[in-house]
């Protein structure tokens, strides 16, 4: 099986640099624009599934990247992005310290009251991964977030941690995994 993973394109909240979360935003151009460049650059593939995340920013770029129609696609709320609760929308840089040094080194600091934990992102995570890999695709897309992308490269690369924090994904990067007698190795990297 060969998972493909991407962050959603480009919306008015990435562009502003504001914490997104559970903000239900849809694309703006630019993340239109990404996720057909992103589809142009993997060509005529076929997926067995598509998955995304149930926000409408993944959702769009699952359709696109993914070439089927909202209707086809599998949503699935353990791949949304992370909660942060009352951080929602503020700017990258008016969070305060508390939340900015979470979300920089995870590793190092507790998520702020009401944000969610590192285990919890973990969790959920491996749940949907594990009852993927009991099905029988060739090829499948998921289309999710940044920060849950992260803990998805994590289980993927077996990280220590369960967490793959640097680099940041990029919009509508894709990354994919092959699964080969039980471990999965990446095999490309879509920019």
């Known amino acids: 099986m060969k998972i493909w993973v991407t962050r959603h394109g480009q919306t008015a909240l990435n562009a502003g640099r504001k914490m997104q979360g559970r903000s239900d935003i849809p694309l ?9 460049a992103a589809r142009d650059k993997i060509g005529d ?65 507790p998520a702020p009251k009401g944000v969610e934990t590192t285990d919890q992102m973990i ?14 695709y060739e090829n499948v897309l998921i289309a999710c977030h940044g920060g849950i992308i992260r803990f998805i490269r994590g289980y993927l690369e077996g990280a220590k941690s369960g967490y793959v924090w640097r680099p940041r994904p ?18 490309d990297d879509v920019l």
Do not use: H
């Not at 630019?30 to 996720?35: D, K, L, P, R």
């Not at 509508?172 to 999965?184: K, L, S």
């Open 123 to 136: 969790q959920r995570t491996a749940s949907f991964l594990k009852e993927l890999e009991e099905k029988d």
């Open 45 to 109: 593939i076929k997926f067995d599934a598509v998955y995304s995340s149930p926000l409408i920013r993944a959702v769009r770029t699952a359709e696109i990247i993914g070439g089927v129609t909202e209707s086809e696609i599998i949503k699935d709320e353990r791949i949304i992005e992370a909660d942060f609760g009352k951080y929602e929308q503020k700017s990258y840089y008016g969070c305060g310290p508390a939340m900015s040094l979470y979300w920089m080194f995870p590793e190092l600091f």
């Open 28 to 36: 703006n151009d630019t993340g239109v624009a990404q996720a057909k």
């Open 170 to 187: 990029k919009n509508c990067e894709i990354r994919v995994y092959e699964r080969i007698a039980g471990e999965y190795i990446l095999v």
